[in-house]
């Protein structure tokens, strides 16, 4: 087989650096494999570690610092057919070390090989997660505060069902690569190399030392038997075979027209106004309460009316991470054209159910125009502002506070303003089954006679 090294783009390291030595093993295991260049992904990091992809005649990925072994997940994933090799240093390591242990937990069949030399060698010398204590580093002290992690140790505890570690300057460097790529499921290989651009220039580190210091590590036999597992693409892919397929996405027939002007445009026409508004056939409507009212309930009921109108429907909610308490609002756009920006510019409906959600939503009310039609509960404090105001008492029409939002909805749809009572009926039906449906139908048909 011939080489996979990319002769315009040649391995250009510090003279005695490791890597060189890992590009070679790794050259040769791809041709002892007898794999083709379109086999085999190359996902590279941050760092020296991160030339590797330049360097092979293979599709390549070069991604962000610890963030290899995401974006390999990804390419695994769409392609399971390929040999996906990722290249991290121990500075990528530490960086994305909660990657490194969600892909020993998920077994997925990638090859992780991790250019150890114990430092930062790209950016200074800095200590890393490797680092040993009594090293010297350009990071001062900091090495001396920390223990270093044993990376096959710890990605082992966390599930990997291959972890080996190697010399960089091993003979045997190729097999161990080959086998770490054959295996069914996450590989990792620890490569102890020597960083002679900035660690050395301190440290005494040389093949020699790094064969006597792997020979006094740990044993790591046990983890393939706690580990083994099926891998997990397969075990996903099979898994997923065996559940009842999802079912389309709901399909809603335009049924109806939305209200128009009587110049034939889609706009509000309504009772409350003197003048017709001009909206020119996009509505934008923001319903403003706190938690419990359905606020996010009712936007989406919105949405659905205007949908079998045949109109394009977008919802923006705001509350907080509470559940129980706080504001609600919910920000709707209506529109025959698609929509861009869900921005809402020029309301032409606000309805202020609460005060939490007004105050949220204070500044709108100032630039509100005399066409706005702005619905409030009667304890509702709102700003002044330029829109034509409706007050209504829904507590004293003995209707309960979760379902304001839903009788405003009534209100619009009773004046033909933004929907009509056919869309929005026929929005409850695709929303709602059964009893529940009976009871917000009832709702909104009782809400006719009490207006």
Same mark, same amino acid.
């Given at each position: ?13 510090? =003279? ?14 791809? #041709?002892?494999?007898?794999?083709? !260049?379109? #086999? ?40 399971? @057919?390929?040999?996906? +090799?990722?290249?991290?240093? @121990? ?43 009594? &090293? ?47 295996? /069914? ?56 075979? #065996? ?27 309504? @009772?409350?106004?003197?003048?017709? =508004? *001009? ?12 938690? !419990? ?10 949405? %659905? &009316? ?11 909610? /705001?509350?907080?991470?509470?559940? %129980? ?47 706005? %039609?702005?619905?409030?509960?009667? @304890? ?16 004293? /029409? ?6 304001? &939002? ?15 009572? *056919? ?26 006679? +009490?207006?």
């Amino acid at each position: 087989m011939p080489s996979f090294l990319n002769a315009k783009r040649p391995p250009v390291f510090c =003279p005695g650096c490791s890597h060189s030595q890992v590009v070679n093993a790794l050259d040769k295991t791809f #041709q002892n494999m007898g794999l083709a !260049g379109e #086999q085999i992904v190359i996902v590279s990091d941050i760092g020296c570690s991160g030339l590797f992809d330049t360097f092979f005649n293979t599709h390549a990925f070069h991604g962000l610092h610890g963030r290899a072994l995401t974006y390999a997940a990804g390419i695994k994933f769409a392609r399971p @057919d390929l040999h996906v +090799i990722v290249t991290m240093g @121990d500075g990528g390591l530490g960086i994305g070390g909660a990657h490194v242990l969600s892909t020993c937990r998920r077994n997925l069949d990638l090859t992780l090989l991790v250019l150890n030399n114990f430092n930062y060698g790209m950016t200074g010398g800095q200590c890393s997660a490797t680092t040993p204590e009594e &090293a010297r580093v350009g990071s001062g002290f900091l090495n001396r505060l920390e223990k270093p992690i044993d990376a096959c140790q710890v990605m082992g505890i966390a599930g990997a069902g291959y972890v080996t570690r190697a010399s960089a300057y091993t003979k045997t460097l190729p097999a161990t690569l080959e086998a770490a790529i054959r295996f /069914d499921g996450f590989a990792a290989v620890d490569i102890h190399g020597v960083c002679t651009g900035r660690y050395t220039k301190q440290n005494k580190l040389t093949p020699k030392t790094i064969k006597a210091s792997l020979e006094e590590m740990p044993s790591l036999e046990s983890y393939s038997a706690l580990n083994a597992r099926k891998e997990y693409g397969r075990h996903y892919r099979e898994t997923a075979s #065996q559940l009842k397929p999802v079912a389309s996405p709901h399909h809603i027939e335009t049924q109806f027209e939305p209200p128009r002007t009587d110049d034939g445009r889609s706009c509000q026409k309504s @009772d409350f106004l003197e003048e017709k =508004p *001009d909206f020119s056939g996009r509505q934008e409507v923001v319903i403003m309460g706190s938690a !419990g009212q359905r606020i996010i309930t009712a936007g989406e009921i919105l949405c %659905l &009316a205007g949908i079998t109108a045949g109109q394009h429907a977008s919802q923006k909610n /705001d509350y907080p991470i509470t559940v %129980l308490r706080g504001h609600s609002v919910s920000e709707l756009i209506l529109s025959e054209e698609k929509i861009g920006y869900t921005g809402i510019e020029t309301p032409c409906a606000v309805i202020a159910l609460a005060q939490e959600g007004v105050n949220r939503r204070r500044a709108m009310f100032g630039h509100l125009p005399p066409e706005t %039609l702005v619905i409030k509960n009667k @304890d509702v404090d709102i700003p002044s502002c330029a829109g034509k105001i409706v007050e209504t008492d829904f507590k004293a /029409d003995r209707i309960k506070s979760q379902d304001w &939002a839903l009788a405003a909805l009534a209100l619009l749809a009773h004046r033909n303003m933004v929907i009509s009572m *056919d869309m929005l009926e026929a929005a409850l039906k695709i929303r709602f089954k059964g009893k529940v449906l009976e009871n917000v139908l009832t709702l909104v048909t009782l809400y006719r006679t +009490i207006l």
